[in-house]
């Protein structure tokens, strides 16, 4: 069974500009969970989707945004692009219930922001 | 709250058996999760306890008290593969993981 990907791996973009990274869970898992991660912190949970809906949001302005697709892909979109959202983004799958037991998560997205 | 307290770094000699606290807020806890990631790499979960007591996976455990507000886990027979950042969750009833800042464990010969 094929893991969660993630694309890109690395992103360069500058500030103000908006950006997009993609997320296809494991095949089956129809709940799908973004994380931001900077140096020495946890994981600062920014949105989770389930069936095309977004269950559950975390603390993150609304610069932050996502969706997920009939086929469980999931997006994420950051616009006006600023310093701070310099970090590897995350994204998990798991089964719909419970989807905190177990997350699968991708290799990440490491994005810069000049 | 929803914050969840664990040491930041922890030392420990190969061979050895280490054990990484977590205590937590209790509002809307359903259960405490734990997670390894080693550097450059994504997490991987370890183990889950949704009641009180302990789960045993090969070397690694995980402890759960509920009325201590009070996690632990704890890696025997420490392998030098085993240094990596080890991260407590705790799931809440809207099906939402929060996450601790991590503990580095580092492992000497």
């Known amino acids: 069974k094929a893991g969660v990907t993630q694309t890109p791996r690395y992103l360069i973009k500058t500030r103000g500009q908006q950006v997009t990274l993609s997320c296809s869970p494991i095949?089956?898992?129809?709940?799908v969970s973004w994380y931001q991660q900077t140096p020495g912190q946890g994981l600062q949970f920014l949105f989770e989707?389930?069936?095309?809906?977004?269950?559950n949001k975390g603390n993150f302005p609304g610069r932050f945004s996502g969706r997920q697709f009939s086929n469980s892909r999931s997006e994420m979109n950051v616009s006006t692009l600023e310093l701070g959202d310099s970090a590897l983004y995350l994204c998990?799958?798991?089964?719909?219930?419970?989807?905190?037991?177990?997350?699968?998560f991708g290799p990440g997205t490491r994005l810069t922001v000049l | 709250g929803q914050s969840l307290e664990q040491p930041s770094e922890v030392t420990a000699v190969e061979g050895a058996i280490v054990q990484i606290n977590c205590t937590y807020q209790?509002?809307?806890?359903?259960?405490l999760s734990w997670y390894q990631q080693h550097d450059g790499g994504a997490p991987t979960f370890l183990s889950y306890?949704?009641l009180d007591g302990l789960e045993e996976t090969g070397r690694f455990s995980s402890f759960l008290s509920r009325s201590d507000s009070y996690g632990y886990l704890l890696l025997q027979e420490l392998q030098m593969k085993d240094s990596a950042s080890y991260f407590c969750?705790?799931?809440?009833?809207?099906?939402?993981?929060?996450w601790g800042a991590g503990t580095k464990l580092i492992i000497k010969p």
């Open positions: 306890n949704g």
């Open positions: 989707y389930f069936s095309e809906t977004q269950r």
């Open positions: 095949s089956g898992h129809r709940s």
């Open positions: 209790t509002s809307g806890f359903y259960g």
């Open positions: 969750a705790r799931a809440d009833s809207n099906y939402q993981l929060i």
């Open positions: 998990a799958s798991s089964l719909p219930n419970p989807s905190y037991n177990e997350q699968f």
